[in-house]
């Protein structure tokens, strides 16, 4: 219902921020990872958001970037994980952080998040394992432009690597790289590595 807005930052008073768009007020909960890269009060910001309707309250989140949303949107589609312990989770770890973790299935990382125990994040591995794809592990400041990015993860993927060999090879690129240049190159380091 509401994608993205664009204002002026009113308050910031964590994780709840406040913001001016055109006249109106907007609260939104954000994770500390966008808290932190907030602009200073009175600045134009535009956040990513995710409107969530409860029994009880509406209420709007707000991401600095589309990874961040789309794994907020994954982990609250997990039972027994709303929308406060997926905001923890991602004040706790970035998307390529969670992203590493689920291909590693290392539970101990997610056991030190306020709220998370054993049996909870071993459902959040068990369920994120197959769920977890290139559109919710672009590098949020990566070696490529965004666009670049998921092309050439898109095409590492279609060519037959898996998501841990396709993310490995693209860390591997020199900052900037083009879409060609970089699969030719990842295709050489995966061939190497094979």
């Known amino acids: 219902m509401i994608g993205r807005i664009t204002g002026l930052l009113l308050e910031k008073h964590p ?14 909960d954000v994770p500390m990872s966008t808290f932190c890269k907030l602009p200073g009060i ?16 509406h ?14 949107r994954q982990l609250t589609k997990i039972s027994g994980i709303g929308a406060r312990t997926s905001l ?3 004040s706790g770890l970035s998307v390529n952080d969670l992203h590493q973790i689920v291909l590693s299935q290392d539970s101990v990382r997610l056991t030190g998040i306020p709220g998370i ?7 959040l591995l068990l369920e994120l394992r197959d769920k977890i794809n290139t559109t919710l592990t672009l590098p949020e400041t990566g070696t490529a432009a965004p ?17 841990r060999e396709a993310n490995w090879a693209f860390g591997q690129l ?17 061939s190497k590595a094979k």
């Open 15 to 28: 994780p709840l921020v406040l913001m001016d768009v055109n006249g109106v007020g907007y609260e939104l």
């Open 42 to 57: 009175g600045e134009k910001v535009t956040l990513h958001t995710h409107y969530w309707v409860r029994e009880d309250a």
């Open 59 to 72: 209420l709007l989140f707000g991401f600095m970037t589309e990874p961040e949303r789309a794994m907020f």
């Open 88 to 90: 923890a989770i991602l």
């Open 117 to 123: 125990g054993k049996k909870t994040a071993e459902r």
């Open 147 to 163: 666009d670049a990015a998921k092309d050439i993860l898109n095409a590492l993927s279609a060519l037959g690597y898996n998501d």
């Open 174 to 190: 020199p900052e900037g790289v083009t879409v060609s240049d970089g699969i030719m190159q990842s295709l050489r380091l995966l």
